[in-house]
């Protein structure tokens, strides 16, 4: 069964400061995966996605992912933290030819001035 | 153009009584998803819709909790003999295909039991 491992509940940066956000996966076949975003008091919307070709995606607002497949990591990363970025994330799996889509428990983003 | 709906964004009921939970997906779009999200937690996949029928029904948490969908469109999410356990938010996301389509979420239906 596939499902989906956000390390850290909360996570605090500076302004300024690398955002790292963790994320496994366990599929028992290359999924697709992806990465949501919930700003306070709106609806979910994609940040990005991999699904083929090329393993490093880039997002909206400067955000991206590496799919690495040996170490079934699918890690969210921007370089410098603005604040407008505090939100909830969440990552994502679905089986390709699936439709069935397994979301992590969410890391809330907290960014400080 | 317009976006998912949900309605109503607010329901509060009392133990024991039903509920009609309400989304209307982007036009066009053929599959239509049912989550939810308790307080803190991640999303739970409760239902799914390619056009009006639902290949899986395995999320939904109980036979208390039924959905249809009408053709391409609206769809409904009813929940009978409501428990306080129920409590969470129902989300309702489109997509125009399967797979390595994206979905697009509304903004929910925060329901309350007391």
């Known amino acids: 069964a596939q499902s989906v491992t956000q390390l850290g509940s909360h996570v605090s940066v500076s302004e300024g400061a690398l955002v790292l956000l963790r994320c496994n996966y366990s599929?028992?076949?290359?999924?697709?995966l992806f990465w949501y975003v919930q700003y306070p008091n709106q609806g979910l919307q994609l940040l990005l996605k991999y699904t083929t070709g090329a393993t490093l995606v880039k997002g909206i607002n400067g955000f991206e992912a590496e799919f690495k497949k040996s170490e079934t990591s699918f890690h969210l990363t921007k370089p410098s933290a603005h604040m407008s970025d505090a939100a909830e994330y969440f990552c994502a799996v679905r089986n390709t030819g699936g439709f069935k889509t397994i979301f992590g428990a969410g890391t809330r983003l907290f960014v400080k001035a | 153009g317009a976006g998912v709906s949900q309605s109503p964004s607010n329901k509060v009921t009392e133990k024991g009584k039903d509920v009609e939970l309400r989304c209307d997906p982007i036009?066009?779009?053929?599959?239509l998803y049912w989550y939810r999200q308790r307080l803190g937690q991640g999303l739970e996949f409760l239902i799914y819709f390619q056009g009006n029928s639902a290949p899986d029904k395995s999320g939904l948490p109980s036979d208390r909790f039924s959905a249809e969908r009408t053709g391409e469109s609206v769809s409904t999410l009813t929940i009978q003999r409501t428990q306080q356990e129920d409590s969470a938010v129902y989300l309702c996301?489109?997509?125009?295909?399967?797979?390595?389509?994206?979905?697009?979420f509304g903004p929910g239906t925060r329901l309350t039991v007391t």
């Open positions: 599929s028992s076949v290359p999924p697709y």
């Open positions: 036009s066009g779009h053929t599959a």
């Open positions: 996301a489109s997509s125009a295909g399967t797979a390595s389509y994206e979905q697009y």
